[in-house]
């Protein structure tokens, strides 16, 4: 299964969401948005054009951090552990 954390470094989200799937000893691809334009574009496409981001949208927030695991999208990581078939 082919995950892909897009995140901020400074988001203060980041931090809790990371820890959270290292207890889960999750791997993923870590995709740093401000590390380079190419991360960004990357990001961007993503929340244009997945459903997931759409209430965050709304409220004026970015989505971030954000786990990708193949079509499915998280914003929060109980949704993963859900998703992982973990309690919470």
Request: overall charge negative; proline content about 4%; aromatic content about 14%.
């Given at each position: 299964?082919?995950?892909?954390?897009?995140?901020?470094?400074?988001?203060?989200?980041?931090?809790?969401?990371?820890?959270?799937?290292?207890?889960?000893?999750?791997?993923?691809?870590?995709v740093e948005i401000t590390a380079n334009?190419?991360?960004?574009?990357?990001?961007?496409?993503?929340?244009?054009?997945?459903?997931?981001?759409?209430?965050?949208?709304?409220?004026?927030?970015?989505g971030m951090p954000a786990l990708q695991?193949?079509?499915?999208?998280?914003?929060?990581?109980?949704?993963?552990?859900?998703?992982?078939?973990?309690?919470?």
């Open positions: 299964m082919t995950a892909t954390l897009f995140f901020v470094t400074e988001c203060p989200d980041t931090a809790p969401f990371v820890a959270g799937l290292k207890e889960l000893a999750f791997d993923y691809e870590a334009l190419a991360n960004f574009k990357r990001f961007i496409r993503l929340r244009d054009q997945h459903p997931a981001f759409q209430q965050a949208k709304e409220n004026g927030y970015v695991i193949g079509e499915e999208v998280f914003l929060d990581l109980s949704e993963v552990k859900d998703f992982l078939g973990h309690s919470s």
